[in-house]
């Protein structure tokens, strides 16, 4: 195997392998950027080694047993047993006198514990939310601050700061590497889930630039919210999340014509969309529903896009039941844009009227004012009622408040059609 093909291996261990390694040296260290650290000097430990030894047998455990090598002989230089609480000097006494192979297995058993905890961490509502998508993209996601200020348009330099003052402002709050309990735990898990499900968003409906969509930014929060539902099985949250991503994701390939524009759910060709991701989808949603719980939004949610995925045609929808699920999400999650997405449920089962009604409603709201769904619909529905020139106007200001170029372009179309 030549040098190119190792580099390559290397790097596809790497991305499978980082956010574990890391996970276990926060645990090992109480320090998520010393963590960091340690887990690159062992990527670069695998670069000077492996193309002279050739692969190892086992890479991964390789690059963990390294990255565990690297946190030990910090430790014994730091002598930190003496300097750390008393709660945690026989787990740091053991790794240095290396006489605790029980802890070792302990070490590599618990691995999920340690996602987890380093999931709450990244996640931490001590850190803005812009500093917790960027530290979670950067430690679990495995992606380059490069690739992160890429997917979100924003300059290295920013993205860079946004981590680095992440890491500083979890080590100045001395945030413990736990999993919170009690009550704490589901507001904590709301706070992962809103990063997750924004990354996956920020994917699917891409806020600015020439591209409708950001496919790896949902593959990524589709990738995470996956692992959370494995770590946390018994949350219907997680399981819902999931399952709605899965099946918004189901109709991406139908969401784009061949010249990349936009293509509106009602106008797709539902033989493209993914029928395993629907049925995982719809698994997904089953599970959480079967934890027989007040469903919560996300559990709403995707059971809104289920709606959608078992209509085999856009006139089969079932828009009644989406219109009563939308009420049931505005009743446990109130919001502006759950009533304007509830208005356009009800247009579709009683009539545009309906929905005006209520989207007229909406016009003064503040979170909307800068909001370009809502002219959208207001004109859809205006169009609907032939009242078209005051619905050329409302496309026209919903063109210029998005910052999407295809999104722009389509609702230009949608204007002049009004003519």
């Given at each position: 195997m030549n040098d190119n093909s190792i580099h390559r291996a290397i790097d596809a261990v790497w991305r499978i392998?980082?956010?574990?390694?890391?996970?276990?040296?926060?645990?090992?260290?109480?320090?998520?950027?010393?963590?960091?650290?340690?887990?690159?000097?062992?990527?670069?430990?695998?670069?000077?080694?492996?193309?002279?030894?050739?692969?190892?047998?086992?890479?991964?455990?390789?690059?963990?047993?390294?990255?565990?090598?690297?946190?030990?002989?910090?430790?014994?230089?730091?002598?930190?047993?003496?300097?750390?609480?008393?709660?945690?000097?026989?787990?740091?006494?053991?790794?240095?006198?290396?006489?605790?192979?029980?802890l070792e297995r302990e070490l590599d058993d618990n691995i999920g514990d340690?996602?987890?905890?380093?999931?709450?961490?990244?996640?931490?509502?001590?850190l803005t939310m812009e500093a917790r998508v960027a530290l979670t993209l950067r430690l679990l996601g495995g992606l380059t601050t490069e690739e992160i200020a890429r997917a979100f348009l924003a300059s290295e330099a920013t993205v860079a700061q946004r981590i680095v003052r992440a890491k500083r402002t979890l080590g100045e709050a001395k945030v413990p590497f736990e999993v919170p309990r009690g009550e704490e735990l589901e507001e904590r898990l709301s706070a992962v889930l809103q990063v997750i499900y924004l990354?996956?968003?920020?994917?699917?409906?891409?806020?600015?630039?020439?591209?409708?969509?950001?496919?790896?930014?949902?593959?990524?929060?589709?990738?995470?919210?996956?692992?959370?539902?494995?770590?946390?099985?018994?949350?219907?949250?997680?399981?819902?999340?999931?399952?709605?991503?899965?099946?918004?994701?189901?109709?991406?390939?139908?969401?784009?014509?061949?010249?990349?524009?936009?293509?509106?759910?009602?106008?797709?060709?539902?033989?493209r969309w993914d029928q395993m991701l629907i049925r995982r989808g719809l698994a997904a949603l089953q599970r959480a529903q079967s934890l027989?719980?007040?469903?919560?939004?996300?559990?709403?949610?995707?059971?809104?896009?289920?709606?959608?995925?078992?209509?085999?045609?856009?006139?089969?929808?079932?828009?009644?039941q989406i219109a009563s699920l939308y009420l049931a999400l505005a009743t446990r999650s109130p919001s502006p844009v759950v009533e304007l997405n509830r208005a356009?449920?009800?247009?579709?089962a009683y009539g545009p009227a309906v929905g005006l009604e209520l989207v007229d409603q909406l016009v003064d709201e503040p979170a909307l004012k800068q909001y370009h769904l809502l002219p959208s619909v207001?004109?859809?529905?205006?169009?609907?009622?032939?009242?078209?020139?005051?619905?050329?106007?409302?496309?026209?200001?919903?063109?210029?408040?998005?910052q999407n170029e295809q999104e722009r372009q389509l609702l230009l179309t949608r204007a002049a059609a009004c003519s």
């Open positions: 392998e980082e956010a574990k390694i890391i996970a276990v040296l926060t645990r090992m260290l109480r320090d998520v950027a010393l963590a960091e650290e340690m887990a690159q000097d062992a990527l670069v430990s695998a670069l000077e080694t492996w193309p002279e030894n050739g692969t190892p047998d086992r890479p991964a455990a390789w690059l963990m047993q390294a990255a565990k090598n690297k946190a030990l002989d910090y430790l014994r230089h730091q002598k930190l047993v003496h300097e750390k609480e008393p709660e945690l000097t026989y787990e740091i006494e053991g790794l240095l006198q290396d006489a605790a192979p029980d340690d996602l987890l905890r380093l999931i709450f961490i990244s996640c931490h509502p001590v990354v996956y968003n920020e994917g699917y409906s891409a806020s600015a630039g020439a591209d409708l969509m950001r496919p790896a930014l949902c593959n990524e929060a589709l990738r995470l919210g996956r692992i959370l539902a494995e770590l946390v099985p018994g949350e219907p949250e997680v399981h819902g999340l999931v399952a709605l991503m899965e099946i918004q994701s189901s109709r991406s390939r139908a969401r784009t014509d061949a010249e990349g524009k936009p293509v509106l759910l009602l106008d797709q060709d539902r033989t027989d719980r007040v469903p919560g939004p996300y559990v709403l949610q995707a059971a809104i896009a289920s709606c959608h995925a078992r209509a085999r045609r856009a006139e089969d929808t079932d828009w009644q356009v449920a009800l247009a579709m207001r004109g859809d529905f205006l169009y609907k009622l032939n009242r078209l020139p005051e619905a050329r106007f409302e496309f026209e200001r919903a063109a210029s408040l998005t």
